[in-house]
């Protein structure tokens, strides 16, 4: 499956860290041609350079999500880099919602989770859009979650986004996919990365009690799905939703 993606030039956003930043790693090591984009301008410079050093052909570039205009930047500099664009990890989000039951959220924290999970995964892809189209085999994987699919408590704005980005999904497939483009998402439970080290020992372990395969979840657990519905062997799988949870939930 790595050598299948050998040459393929990929757009991660949110690939400074967590699991971004081992999305980008993989497909390095897979020997794709990879950009990211992320607001974390010193971690993403800092791991573009770790994997330039090791024989990588890796770019960091700035992106926030937040302003269209940067979105159309980061778009047109990672083209530019990698002589176009083959596949879009929409990975970046923000939860900022954690641990406030539905009462306690106040609107401008919705419309921040809002704008950067749902929009800039909107606009991620429109503005990639020609570039996939034009690569002949273009692909989209968009980072949902499956607390979207259990209906997470006390995280309602994260949820609430990660469930549009499913739909979301399920449109642009039918939409892109007169150009040829396919469009999926991946639901991820509980990753052990520096990002959910908020989350509470209780639902660590909430989740490891209710997983079939009864261990953590770790990145690498991520990276293998992701990388398969960016290459040729998920040419005709679009539309489609992949819980990547360890049976947490079940489809």
Not at 72 to 77: F, I, K, P, R, W
């Given at each position: 499956m790595r050598d299948a993606l050998a040459g393929r030039r990929i757009l991660v956003t949110g690939g400074?860290?967590?699991?971004?930043?081992?999305?980008?790693?993989?497909?390095?090591?897979?020997?794709?041609?990879?950009?990211?984009?992320?607001?974390?301008?010193?971690?993403?410079?800092?791991?573009?350079?770790?994997?330039?050093?090791?024989?990588?052909?890796?770019?960091?570039?700035?992106?926030?999500?937040?302003?269209?205009?940067?979105?159309?930047?980061?778009?047109?500099?990672?083209?530019?880099?990698?002589?176009?664009?083959?596949?879009?990890?929409?990975?970046?989000?923000?939860?900022?919602?954690?641990?406030?039951?539905?009462?306690?959220?106040?609107?401008?924290?919705?419309?921040?989770?809002?704008?950067?999970?749902?929009?800039?995964?909107?606009?991620?892809?429109?503005a990639a859009m020609p570039h996939l189209r034009d690569s002949g085999r273009g692909s989209i994987v968009n980072i949902a979650s499956d607390t979207a699919l259990w209906g997470a408590p006390k995280l309602l704005a994260y949820v609430a986004s990660k469930g549009a980005v499913i739909a979301m999904t399920r449109s642009l497939a039918r939409e892109f996919g007169a150009h040829g483009i396919t469009v999926n998402s991946i639901a991820p439970g509980l990753t052990e990365v520096e990002a959910t080290a908020y989350v509470p020992a209780e639902r660590h372990e909430y989740y490891r009690l209710g997983r079939a395969l009864n261990r953590a979840q770790v990145p690498d657990d991520v990276n293998g799905p992701v990388l398969f519905l960016l290459s040729d062997a998920a040419r005709f799988v679009t539309g489609q939703l992949l819980p990547v949870n360890g049976g947490f939930v079940m489809n």
């Open positions: 400074a860290r967590g699991l971004g930043a081992a999305f980008v790693t993989s497909l390095a090591q897979a020997g794709a041609r990879v950009a990211f984009g992320d607001v974390l301008e010193d971690e993403g410079g800092a791991l573009a350079k770790t994997l330039n050093e090791g024989g990588h052909h890796v770019d960091f570039v700035s992106l926030d999500l937040n302003d269209p205009a940067s979105i159309l930047a980061c778009v047109a500099t990672s083209a530019e880099l990698m002589g176009g664009i083959d596949g879009l990890i929409n990975n970046a989000a923000i939860t900022n919602s954690g641990g406030k039951a539905a009462g306690e959220l106040s609107t401008t924290t919705w419309d921040a989770v809002m704008s950067v999970n749902v929009r800039g995964t909107w606009l991620m892809s429109v």
